[in-house]
């Protein structure tokens, strides 16, 4: 998976300046020339007491590439997200397809609310490996087929699988990522459990590297109230 930041306007002055409006009025911009750390109990007030509004006064796009599948999960996300997705009706799509490495555990035991993963053996893997990599060859193959025939991009990719990969941008304020992050990490701060695919997990966590180093005070927040967004 690859995240990348590509610009942002976030900070954890920014909570500050939003939340003190309500009693400072435009002297709250003054917080942008203050140290955040002085004022680390209020973020940690906001977190704990659910005022999350202050939470949005920020903005980070990221750059991410992932299968399909991930992003068919990722676009359930509305509020507060922006999306723009590369097309398969204005551009060849590029043959670079998802297969699991020996990390990925394979087999799901339990019943749906109530299962966990685990380790799969070598030879689930090996099949897995193999049989992913003839269809995505036969489904490129069918694709390139249709496209040296003439027929439009976005009929001939219908051919292809949702292991493949494609790119978007991303573009979220902190309140809406940390409920992103609520959802599709599995963490052992969290308040609530969640189940999240792995896949999607790896790119929640490579996001919330990129955040924490934004915004210390507000992810250090987010974690001691149980990461739960506010």
Same mark, same amino acid.
């Given at each position: 998976m690859t995240v990348e930041l590509v610009k942002h306007s976030a900070a954890d002055t920014d909570v500050l300046w939003a939340a003190r409006v309500s009693t400072a009025g435009e002297q709250s911009l003054e917080e942008l020339e203050k140290d955040p750390q002085r004022s680390k109990g209020l973020i940690n007030y906001l977190m704990r007491?659910?005022?999350g509004s202050p939470f949005e006064h920020n903005s980070m796009t990221f750059f991410v590439s992932a299968p399909l599948f991930v992003f068919r999960e990722f676009h359930r996300h509305r509020v507060g997200w922006s999306y723009n997705e590369e097309s398969g009706r204005y551009r060849e799509l590029e043959p670079v397809f998802y297969v699991p490495d020996a990390s990925r555990k394979l087999v799901q035991k339990g019943r749906p609310g109530k299962y966990e993963f685990v380790e799969? &053996?070598?030879?689930?893997?090996e099949l897995v490996r193999e049989q992913m990599t003839e269809s995505y060859r036969q489904s490129y193959a069918a694709y390139q087929e249709m496209l040296d025939a003439g027929v439009a991009r976005e009929v001939a990719r219908a051919?292809?699988?949702?292991g493949l990969y494609s790119s978007?941008?991303?573009t979220c304020n902190a309140r809406s990522l940390m409920h992103f992050l609520g959802l599709r990490t599995k963490h052992e701060l969290a308040r609530v459990p &969640?189940?999240?695919q792995r896949e999607i997990e790896m790119v929640a966590e490579l996001m919330e590297a990129e955040w924490a180093r934004l915004m210390p005070l507000t992810h250090e927040a987010f974690n001691a109230n149980g990461r739960v967004a506010p």
């Open positions: 007491d659910r005022h799969g &053996s070598e030879k689930q893997l051919t292809l699988p949702v978007m941008y991303a &969640s189940f999240p």
